[in-house]
């Protein structure tokens, strides 16, 4: 029977991805872990290793196509001892995608849920196949979370394509405990209750040529949005829909951290070419503050799951770092058990792939807060919204000096103003207060931080 290659999943937000490259060519002998293509996700360009063995009989999306929705058929291979033009053949019949190739059509996309029905009886018996003769398949994603949740691939019943782990099935998993939920058959998907109260309805965007006929015609540019753009739109929109947000203001000063930043990089250790090792930003601090602050108000550090809420053991910071035409926010992990020096490196190095669309996806998941710094651009304050999953964000102004009345003298001190978004679903008012008022604290007093 013909192998079915899959669009993948390539991170825990992707529905659609573009086959940027074909790395093998009809024919060809393919290995499990070969790299097989190049795909772009609205984060970056990431290779697609095989799962199975075989010769690929078969291309049904070509190089450029864009838009191609995840878990759309895009190539076949046929088995050992398959004929390879029965398996070509075969593929090009009901299963092929239509159109696949052409940039977003409507059909393309519409037959996509369609088919969905009918592959599930097909996918809730795989899981047995999946295991046998010692062999596990797992899509490279489902492998990495599987091994950051301390997951036993083996023991994980797989939902896709031929009994396939994907990353879904290991979201589901619970380390030590995933021997036992895969042994309980997949329950059959309840109906929806005949009396479910309708949904609240949510006005919707004006469509492009609403918004087209309110401008005088070649008085503008048309630029088509990017997936990045795309998706980053779509996340914003649901973002500010779902999350019920309150907002928490303060000023910080700043004398004593600049003074101790101007020390730490002062007696930064050379390297063999006589350069620093590292140098301390202001935003490093800031980042080590909020991680610290997270494990002074456990509580804060936390996200919504629906019925429950997710408490962290360790502060994962996301930090906002801005590229042409979007942004990333990748994430720094375990950020309160690194020095400031660590920090640093490590943001210059995520920072630079970011803008080089190099990162991969569990390098921006993650966390309960992020750190958005508009500062180096003269922006005074302003209010960031949440990254959902995520509780929390902290809009981070310049820092400028300002009047100040102290003990009734009037006095030249450097501030900077920091506003934080709360998910009002994770915490109140005075837990979001207790989480500003330690950052803070450690900002304030930066030696702390080091201690």
Not at 109 to 115: E, I, R, V
Not at 266 to 283: C, I
Not at 401 to 424: E, F, I, N, P
Request: with cysteine; charged share 20%; glycine share 8%.
């Amino acid at each position: 029977m013909p192998i079915e290659i899959l669009m993948p999943a390539l991170s825990p937000t992707m529905e659609k991805g573009n086959l940027a490259k074909w790395l093998k060519k009809e024919g060809d002998t393919v290995k499990s872990g070969d790299v097989i293509a190049e795909i772009e996700t609205d984060k970056a360009t990431m290779e697609v290793e095989a799962v199975d063995e075989g010769i690929l009989a078969k291309i049904l999306v070509p190089e450029g196509a864009q838009d191609v929705p995840v878990n759309q058929l895009i190539a076949v291979l046929a088995g050992e001892g398959e004929d390879v033009a029965a398996a070509a053949s075969g593929a090009g019949g009901a299963k092929a995608p239509p159109a696949a190739a052409a940039p977003a059509p409507a059909a393309a996309t519409a037959a996509a849920p369609a088919a969905s029905p009918a592959a599930a009886p097909a996918a809730a018996s795989a899981p047995v196949a999946n295991g046998q003769a010692g062999r596990v398949f797992a899509s490279p994603l489902a492998r990495r979370l599987a091994k950051e949740k301390g997951v036993e691939l083996g023991a994980v019943a797989g939902s896709g394509p031929h009994g396939r782990i994907v990353a879904r099935d290991i979201d589901a998993a619970r380390p030590g405990a995933a021997s036992a939920a895969s042994a309980k058959p997949a329950p059959a998907p309840a109906a929806a209750p005949a009396a479910a109260p309708a949904p609240k309805t949510v006005a919707s965007a004006p469509g492009a040529d609403q918004v087209k006929a309110l401008y005088e015609a070649g008085s503008y540019e048309e630029i088509p949005a990017d997936g990045m753009r795309k998706t980053i739109a779509k996340r914003l929109v649901e973002s500010e829909q779902v999350t019920p947000t309150f907002y928490l203001t303060v000023d910080c000063d700043l004398d004593d951290l600049n003074a101790l930043r101007e020390q730490v990089n002062a007696n930064a250790p050379k390297d063999k070419d006589g350069k620093p090792t590292y140098k301390v930003s202001v935003n490093d601090f800031i980042i080590k503050a909020l991680a610290l602050a997270l494990q002074k108000v456990p509580a804060a550090n936390a996200v919504w799951a629906e019925d429950r809420v997710l408490r962290f053991k360790h502060s994962d910071v996301g930090v906002a770092v801005a590229i042409d035409g979007g942004l990333y926010a990748p994430v720094v992990k375990k950020a309160e058990l690194k020095t400031l020096s660590a920090i640093s490196n490590e943001m210059r190095d995520l920072a630079g792939r970011a803008r080089n669309k190099k990162l991969k996806p569990e390098e921006y998941s993650g966390g309960a807060t992020s750190v958005s710094n508009l500062g180096m651009m003269g922006v005074r304050n302003f209010i960031a919204i949440i990254n959902a999953p995520q509780s929390s964000i902290l809009a981070v102004g310049t820092s400028e000096q300002r009047a100040v009345v102290r003990k009734g003298a009037l006095t030249a001190v450097t501030q900077m103003t920091v506003s934080l978004t709360c998910d009002h679903r994770v915490m109140d008012g005075a837990l979001g207060a207790d989480l500003l008022a330690a950052f803070k604290g450690f900002i304030e007093k930066p030696m702390s931080m080091l201690v």
